[in-house]
């Protein structure tokens, strides 16, 4: 009675959860195209999409990526040390789940000769909860023990590892203690036995005692070889049909067996009961809160992996795509293979900047679309780490849950750059591939982050550059910004203007001053005079090929290159502080 | 001969995959064996703008690994080369920013001693395999085909770093090509940038310059443009064709075509499995120029 009001309830929230979060899906907004579709329009465009995939080839992708998430292939080919630990967890877990949570519904249906107590049942259920525990063991070892590099565990992660220590270990611990109760052995032996004479009771407790691994108040080894024999032979004709020998159950035997010196008083303490409460609510509390834990991944992701093999940006709607993303972010494990082979991780670490690293985007971007609020520097980092990528496509290479990262952040970026304005990190390489994918977007829309950014790094160069103001000349005395030590050589510079004649960017304007600021022998002129200010906010400096025309000509050997690049450090670094 | 750890940088696996597949049938033509190392990460070339530590952490962690796996770098793209060239040079200097990388790879149990050498794959063909040894594989030479070498910034300057060629008059890639039967023209921008370097930062700037170029070589009479880099086989190909497309041209002002691909031709190697169909610009043409010894 109290089992199925718990049940109930924990189906109940668990289907609301789901209810809700399926809703999401289609409601939560993400990336720069999100606001020109309504969620009804998101699920119309998902139902055609859908159709259109039942009555096509596609169909049969479907099929094999289905067959891919039954045995994680993907996975495997990535990591066969996590291939092992997810496989051995999920079989583990569903293998339980059918045979022996839902024994009454699914086994006893199928197989007539179903018992708990039975084999191949009995040892089956250790089987599949010894893997789960060694599966368990894996993870644990890769997350706390090992410590792989970039492999950041949170909350949920924590949370993910704890329920299902807490529901495997509570029912081995309950099968444990049931081998050994002897108010257990009392309420069997006199259901099916139902002896009368002490004797037989003394040889039958003994040899369970001596063979199954109970524990007794009454009787105590050394045991006479004849009760021993005696009570086999009555274990024979009263039990065995329906109880295998305990040592099948070897998980719950062995705990049985450390049990046994406190099994008799912690029987008369109700443990059993305690134990079975444990089992059974963290049973339904990890399925009420599946919805809303890491736990959801189970549905997401293969959602994510069936949508992702047959969606693509060139056929797909970009409302299915929006929705997919949405869909993604539930997909994420946090399981950290992107982050160990991004190609900016050292990036993070030099920066300091966790979002750098996918599989921490992942977290914060889960955040973002639930519409949590981010302080300013949660802001600008998050924006930096989603720009300071090099496009390798790695960490869609090898997500396992197929997550299609490359285009989240493609759209992600920019909504985030049209929303923050300006972003150091679009003033350089980095920018290559939202260059080639402009189309996306409207010239204006292109055009503005990068300008913002350019005025937001000149500081007050326009100022400081008025033909009218006076500027009084000091040596710097702080030269830490520049690399080497030798970079002081720009004081050499006689003012041959070499470097400004070769540069190609010079030679691309009619009215280079006026487009670029100041030319590169100015900007020397300026280090001379210590205006590093002035020099940094100049256009020409941000738009510098870094070609090394003007530093491999200059007759001086002023390494007129490398100190624009520390102009453009020194530049990025004030804005940040 | 020896084997080298490829270095395969950031865009090629993605945007530029027939040169790798072309460099890969090339190199193992030659005899020249590759050692693949996942770990490799970014050269650290993007973060110099905005992080030198980032850039110097980056390009210095590579260094290391290929190090620990006894190692010398083969790398494919001009701009982590000179990246990676750039960051030797430092590191080899005393310094706090270098003291505090040494720290972050000992974080990672990496560190570097300067035991590794860094090559650029044409150094390695022109250097370690040598012309005559590539002449001896050439079963296809081709005949009045034009080409216009292009060297890329990062390979050639600043060649005190960079220690590839000649930065004024350069010649290693020229020969390279002369080698394959095709003729190298002159052409006054050819050392000049390709522009890849402001794409995403200002476009119109970034095209002019390619655009200079592309007329340039075509004035010299060039049939193609010869690229090793990605950076610049992108601007080449892919921003040339969106270009062309933008503006409902039909025709392409010059195509682009990877070194690898010319020689693998001309070594007679399968077309299409040098990727000739992957570049955007069609590039098919080129076998017309070969002819059978």
Request: include cysteine.
């Amino acid at each position: 009675m109290v089992f199925d009001v718990l049940l109930y309830i924990a189906l109940g929230i668990c289907g609301l959860g789901l209810m809700v979060k399926v809703f999401f899906w289609f409601s939560r907004k993400i990336g720069y195209k999100a606001d020109a579709f309504t969620t009804s329009a998101r699920l119309v465009a998902a139902v055609k999409g859908l159709a259109g995939i039942f009555f096509s080839l596609k169909i049969f992708t479907l099929l094999k990526v289905f067959i891919d998430i039954l045995f994680q292939i993907h996975m495997l080919k990535e990591n066969p040390l996590r291939w092992l630990m997810h496989i051995l967890i999920i079989w583990g877990f569903i293998l339980l789940l059918l045979m022996h949570a839902l024994d009454d519904i699914i086994t006893m249906k199928i197989f007539d000769d179903y018992y708990s107590t039975l084999n191949p049942y009995l040892c089956l259920r250790n089987v599949f909860g010894a893997m789960v525990i060694a599966g368990l063991f894996l993870a644990v070892w890769r997350r706390m023990i090992i410590r792989v590099p970039r492999m950041k565990t949170n909350a949920m992660d924590f949370y993910a590892i704890i329920i299902l220590v807490v529901i495997i270990f509570s029912g081995i611990l309950l099968e444990g203690m049931q081998i050994a109760s002897p108010s257990v052995f009392l309420e069997m032996e006199e259901e099916y036995a139902a002896l009368d004479d002490e004797a037989d009771m003394r040889a039958l407790e003994s040899f369970w005692v001596k063979e199954y691994g109970l524990a007794s108040a009454t009787v105590k080894e050394p045991f006479d070889p004849e009760d021993i024999e005696w009570g086999q032979e009555l274990n024979e004709e009263y039990c065995a049909y329906c109880h295998a020998s305990n040592k099948w159950a070897f998980t719950g035997y062995a705990t049985a067996k450390l049990l046994k010196p406190v099994a008799v008083g912690l029987d008369h303490a109700g443990a059993l009961n305690f134990l079975w409460y444990l089992h059974v609510l963290a049973c339904l509390f990890g399925l009420a809160y599946l919805p809303f834990s890491k736990m959801f991944h189970v549905i997401a992701t293969p959602v994510s992996l069936l949508a992702n093999s047959v969606m693509s940006r060139e056929t797909s709607s970009p409302a299915n795509t929006i929705t997919r993303q949405i869909i993604e972010l539930d997909a994420c494990t946090h399981c950290c293979t992107c982050s160990l082979h991004c190609s900016a991780m050292m990036a993070s670490k030099a920066r300091g900047n966790p979002y750098i690293l996918p599989s921490e985007k992942m977290v914060i971007l889960k955040d973002m679309v639930k519409g949590k609020k981010l302080s300013p520097a949660q802001h600008g980092a998050i924006v930096e780490g989603i720009y300071l990528c090099t496009n390798c496509d790695r960490c869609t290479v090898v997500c396992p849950s197929g997550i299609n990262l490359r285009e989240l952040w493609l759209s992600v970026r920019e909504d985030l750059v049209q929303k923050q304005g300006s972003e150091p990190m679009m003033l350089s390489p980095f920018s290559l591939v939202r260059g080639l994918n402009r189309n996306l977007l409207s010239g204006e829309a292109y055009a503005k982050p990068l300008q913002q950014t350019q005025k937001a790094l000149a500081g007050e160069f326009d100022e400081i550059t008025r033909p009218d103001r006076t500027v009084a000349l000091q040596e710097e005395a702080d030269k830490k910004w520049l690399l080497h030590s030798d970079d002081t050589d720009f004081s050499c510079c006689f003012g041959c203007q070499t470097c400004t004649t070769v540069c190609p960017v010079v030679k691309n304007y009619d009215n280079p001053s006026e487009s670029l600021g100041l030319l590169p022998h100015q900007i020397m002129y300026c280090l001379g005079a210590g205006l590093t200010e002035g020099a940094s906010g100049a256009r020409m400096l941000w738009v510098c090929l870094t070609c090394y025309q003007c530093q491999e000509h200059c007759p001086q050997q002023v390494k007129v290159t490398d100190l624009l690049y520390e102009l453009k450090n020194k530049a990025v670094q004030k804005l940040e502080n | 001969m020896n084997q080298y750890a490829l270095f395969l940088g950031c865009n090629i696996p993605v945007r530029v995959k027939q040169y790798e597949v072309s460099a890969r049938m090339v190199l193992k033509e030659l005899g020249v064996s590759l050692k693949d190392i996942r770990q490799f990460n970014c050269c650290g070339y993007p973060m110099r703008n905005t992080d030198p530590k980032a850039f110097l952490l980056s390009a210095t962690r590579n260094l290391a690994l290929a190090e620990k796996a006894e190692l010398d770098m083969l790398v494919l793209c001009q701009c982590c080369y000179g990246s990676l060239k750039k960051a030797q040079v430092l590191m080899a200097e005393e310094g706090d920013l270098q003291e505090e990388v040494r720290l972050l790879l000992a974080e990672e149990g990496l560190e570097y001693n300067g035991n590794v050498k860094i090559k650029h794959f044409l150094s390695v063909l022109y250097h370690d395999v040598g012309l005559d040894a590539i002449k001896q594989k050439i079963a296809m030479p081709y005949k009045k085909l034009n080409i216009a070498t292009h060297y890329g910034c990062h390979v050639l300057r600043p060649s005190r770093v960079t220690e590839f060629d000649d930065p004024v008059s350069p010649s290693l890639i020229d020969a390279l090509v002369k080698v394959t039967g095709a003729k190298s023209v002159e052409w006054p921008l050819k050392l000049e940038c390709c522009g890849a370097p402001a794409t995403g930062i200002d476009d119109d700037l970034s095209w002019n310059l390619t655009e200079k170029k592309i007329t340039d070589a075509k004035a010299a009479g060039a049939h193609y443009v010869c690229t090793a880099c990605p950076y610049c086989h992108i601007q080449f190909d892919t921003v040339q064709q969106k270009r062309l497309s933008d503006n409902k041209k039909q025709d392409a002002l010059m195509p682009a075509i990877l070194y690898p691909q010319l020689l693998g031709l001309s070594m007679g190697l399968d077309g299409t499995l040098l990727g000739i169909s992957d570049n955007e610009i069609d590039i098919s043409d080129v076998i017309s120029f070969l002819n059978e010894e």
